[in-house]
């Protein structure tokens, strides 16, 4: 490598590691706000949690210091386990769940932090057991319950 690519490389990387750690704040969880715990400023951009041996555990979206877009949370392996959604600190959306082996067992909607909209819950076969339904965190439709073999063994309306 050139002399003169060295001496523009080095300062360069070493200028970025310094940016890069001055702008790494910790973000803390204070009065229902995510904040920097140094200025106390609500914090806004995606915040990754780690646990003690500096696995992912979360991925959080947050927008002025509260929950907005989606939070993914991990296993310990590495694979996805819930994926939530949030608006204004808030659940809106889809939230969805998965086994360790990828198997998907639960998707539930929500609105403005109530129930809302269209409930699966499968087991960790994959087999729906549960189909139910809610409009403005009210049961509403037809529910229904599967055994382990999907078939129907249980219906109830709700008005």
Same mark, same amino acid.
């Given at each position: 490598?050139?002399?003169?690519?060295?001496?523009?490389?080095?300062?360069?990387?070493?200028?970025?590691?310094?940016?890069?750690?001055?702008?790494?704040?910790?973000?803390?969880?204070?009065?229902?706000?995510?904040?920097?715990?140094?200025?106390?400023?609500?914090?806004?951009?995606?915040?990754?949690?780690?646990?003690?041996?500096?696995?992912?555990?979360?991925?959080?979206?947050?927008?002025?210091?509260?929950?907005?877009?989606?939070?993914? #949370?991990?296993?310990?392996? $590495?694979? =996805?386990?819930?994926?939530?959604? @949030?608006?204004? /600190?808030? %659940?809106? *959306? +889809? &939230?969805?769940?998965?086994?360790?082996?990828?198997?998907?067992?639960?998707?539930?909607?929500?609105?403005?932090?109530?129930?809302?909209?269209?409930?699966? #819950?499968?087991?960790?076969? $994959?087999? =729906?057991?549960?189909?139910?339904? @809610?409009?403005? /965190?009210? %049961?509403? *439709? +037809? &529910?229904?319950?599967?055994?382990?073999?999907?078939?129907?063994?249980?219906?109830?309306?709700?008005?």
């Amino acid at each position: 490598m050139p002399d003169i690519m060295k001496k523009f490389l080095f300062p360069f990387f070493l200028f970025i590691l310094i940016t890069s750690s001055l702008s790494a704040q910790e973000v803390i969880l204070k009065k229902g706000r995510y904040v920097l715990r140094e200025t106390g400023k609500p914090y806004t951009g995606i915040y990754r949690e780690n646990d003690p041996e500096n696995k992912l555990v979360s991925e959080i979206s947050i927008k002025n210091g509260l929950l907005d877009g989606n939070t993914i #949370v991990y296993f310990p392996s $590495g694979a =996805k386990k819930e994926e939530r959604a @949030y608006r204004e /600190g808030k %659940k809106h *959306g +889809t &939230w969805t769940n998965w086994t360790e082996s990828g198997v998907k067992i639960a998707e539930a909607g929500f609105i403005d932090g109530k129930k809302d909209g269209a409930w699966f #819950v499968w087991d960790d076969e $994959g087999v =729906k057991r549960y189909d139910m339904f @809610y409009e403005n /965190g009210q %049961k509403k *439709g +037809t &529910w229904i319950i599967y055994d382990a073999a999907g078939k129907e063994i249980s219906r109830e309306e709700f008005k």
